[in-house]
């Protein structure tokens, strides 16, 4: 899958997010090495704390599903400005693909790539990895 199909289908997932509080809609779309895409929003909630990420939604669709390779990540908001995905996003991903190539495209259709090893470079785990 071409990196620009992949960020199409979290621009398309964008439109579904639930964000009431915060006005910041966020897609995500997740690419299992085997071809497979899981897509993701933020879905807020009223307390707060409850909320849930796209990227962390993308993930746990995936992993239900059984998937737990993966080989590239789509983040897509509608901030100007590429914005990165949050800290606990960025454990939970590195929990599945120390390698994973991240993608993430602001409004202005800019587009930054890095990876998950870029992004958390001293990620938390209780095993050697």
């Not at 071409?2 to 579904?16: I, N």
């Not at 993308?58 to 400005?81: C, P, Y």
């Not at 993430?104 to 800019?110: D, I, K, N």
Request: charge should be negative; aromatic fraction near 8%; charged fraction near 20%.
């Amino acid at each position: 899958m071409s990196d620009d199909e992949l960020v199409r289908l979290a621009r398309a997932a964008k439109e579904r997010a639930y964000a009431p509080y915060s006005g910041f809609p966020v897609g995500a779309a997740l690419l299992s090495r085997d071809g497979r895409v899981f897509t993701g929003v933020n879905v807020e909630n009223a307390s707060y704390g409850l909320s849930v990420c796209a990227e962390r939604n993308a993930m746990a669709r995936a992993v239900a599903e059984g998937v737990r390779d993966f080989a590239a990540l789509a983040v897509v908001t509608n901030s100007t400005e590429p914005t990165m995905p949050c800290g606990v996003c960025r454990q939970v991903l590195w929990e599945f693909a120390h390698d994973l190539r991240v993608l993430v495209e602001g409004s202005s259709g800019e587009r930054v790539e890095t990876t998950i090893a870029e992004l958390f470079p001293q990620p938390f785990t209780s095993f050697e990895v």
